[in-house]
């Protein structure tokens, strides 16, 4: 995949790099990224010359037909790891259980602390308990990294890309075995996603936003509904005032026609 996929976005898209030298040549590592759109983790991977593992929703795997393995093996090729969400805890657990297989396994964990895209551009608030239980579990340095402009190469909801050029950037890793043994502890759990989410916002240059993306996602949905519900009230006012018009100028013909002429 690094040879097909990974060179041809290379080639086509020429994306810049900065930092790259924070990156171990081997041994376990985190890199924790913004998301900005779903190529992130085509991008990531494909500056690197080691394996990258995502995770990713397990229905990505398990569609039947031609298309759905043919879905399967692509996802597997660029280093995505299938997720059950179907269990109690849902994606959470089986994503920090995943993290750490792969981690001890001595290779590179990719994961995006705000947990999902940012609708926006803007930075959000990291989520505590993944990235942290996953660090504090393994011991492995945790690597900001910065997507840059692939929201605009790739918008939510556009299928083709255009042709721009993205930037990555990989701050210094970040050690937090100072809690080593403390991952029971919330307060410990949101201090190292805060810190992990602080190096990112001064990688990006984003702007950043005190709450979760989910949660900005659907205040832009209800604001959405909201307005097209105006604009829905607007339209029936709009036609309703036409109707009336209408009906009164074909009120004035019609007595204009009975009026005898004097």
């Known amino acids: 995949m690094k040879m097909s996929v990974g060179a041809g976005l290379k080639v086509a898209f020429r994306p810049w790099v900065e930092g790259r030298e924070h990156v171990p040549s081997q041994g376990p590592a985190i890199l924790a990224s913004n998301h900005l759109s779903f190529s992130d983790s085509f991008f990531l991977p494909a500056v690197l010359d080691r394996k990258v593992t995502f995770i990713a929703k397990a229905e990505y795997f398990t569609t039947p037909g031609v298309k759905g393995r043919l879905t399967a093996a692509f996802f597997k ?9 179907s269990g109690a805890r849902g994606a959470g657990e089986a994503a920090i259980a995943s993290g750490i297989q792969v981690l001890e396994g001595g290779e590179l964990f990719g994961i995006y602390p705000e947990g999902t895209r940012s609708p926006d551009g803007r930075l959000y608030r990291g ?28 918008p939510p909801g556009k299928v083709m890309p255009k042709l721009l050029r993205p930037g990555i950037r990989f701050g210094k890793p970040l050690d937090f075995s100072r809690y080593q043994g403390m991952e029971g502890d ?40 909201a307005q097209a519900e105006v604009e829905r009230a607007e339209k029936a ?12 100028l074909e009120e004035r013909a019609a007595r204009k026609r009975e009026t005898p002429p004097a």
């Open 237 to 248: 006012e709009r036609r309703s005032w036409e109707r009336a018009e209408q009906d009164r």
């Open 186 to 225: 919330r307060f410990i759990l949101r201090s190292i996603t805060d810190e992990v989410m602080y190096a990112i916002m001064k990688l990006s240059g984003q702007e950043y936003v005190d709450i979760y993306a989910t949660a900005a996602k659907r205040q832009i949905e209800d604001a959405a509904k």
């Open 127 to 154: 989520k505590p308990g993944g990235l942290a239980r996953v660090a504090l579990a393994t011991g492995a340095p945790v690597i900001p990294v910065a997507m840059i402009n692939t929201e605009k190469i790739q």
């Open 77 to 85: 090729g660029v280093g995505q790891l299938p997720v059950d969400r």
